[in-house]
């Protein structure tokens, strides 16, 4: 009874060509359009709002939410984490992911980024090698340069997988282990990523991300998954 109330509202919002934000009806005209009771149309309200399907603010109403892609990485990350206690490379599978999706789509990019993106790009890697010089950390720019280079495709859906992606690959990471790396061979990786993209050649592209993610994965594998871990707080 439950999910097929909650598979009701997500009807209404699509038939309704609802955007986020906007405001759903409200719990007695859920219940009238619904025919169930009060609580039922709440219990499912809320399975909804935890899903990023909607919105309920107290006092004002319910809404249409962002529909974000929040829970999954949630799942994703709690999942990596409850599979390293277990003994499992749940870190490293979670890293495979995400390289069989970026290698897949770098030879659609090759010669196709705008040059405006270029110049970016460049930037981009101009300050993680400054950052490197510094010994400062270069997460945040090596997620820009990600995000920078997939969004010469235009697929808004697919930028928002590649961010759930990181967001929970390197939250997990942070939270597990922190194994050494060379900022210097980051940087030329990515330097050597974006040139094959800017000359055109899919195949060196394709051989530059998988140099750079077989590189994370040494790293990783560096600390075995049975090895003794405090939990993260």
């Known amino acids: 009874m439950a999910r097929d109330l909650q598979e009701r509202i997500k009807k209404l919002i699509i038939d309704r060509r609802l955007p986020s934000g906007a405001t759903l009806p409200t719990e007695p005209e859920l219940m009238e359009l619904l025919g169930a009771s009060r609580n039922s149309v709440r219990e499912a ?6 899903m990023g399907i909607v919105e309920i603010r ?4 319910t809404y249409v939410g962002p529909m974000s892609m929040a829970p999954m990485i949630e799942g994703l990350a709690f999942r990596t984490v409850a599979g390293h206690y277990r003994g499992e490379d ?3 599978q979670l890293l495979e992911l995400r390289e069989a999706v970026e290698t897949g789509l770098i030879s659609r990019l090759a010669g196709r980024v705008p040059e405006a993106d270029l110049v970016e790009l460049d930037a981009l890697v101009d300050r993680m090698e400054s ?5 400062t950390g270069l997460a945040e720019t090596d997620r820009a340069f990600h995000a920078t280079l997939y969004r010469g495709l235009g697929n808004l859906l697919l930028g928002e997988v590649l961010e759930a992606f990181w967001d929970a690959f390197h939250r997990v990471r942070t939270d ?9 061979v980051t940087c030329r990786q990515h330097r050597e990523i ?3 993209v800017r000359t055109g050649d899919a195949r060196r592209a394709e051989d530059a991300v998988r140099e750079h993610f077989g590189h994370i994965r ?3 594998t560096a600390t075995a998954p049975h090895e003794t ?3 993260p707080n």
């Open 229 to 231: 871990i405090s939990p």
């Open 131 to 135: 950052q490197a010089a510094e010994g």
């Open 58 to 61: 107290h006092g004002f109403g």
């Open 45 to 50: 309200l809320k399975a909804l709002q935890a």
């Open 90 to 92: 749940s870190l490293v």
């Open 176 to 184: 597990l282990v922190e194994p050494p790396q060379d900022p210097k």
């Open 194 to 196: 974006l040139d094959a």
């Open 218 to 220: 040494t790293r990783l």
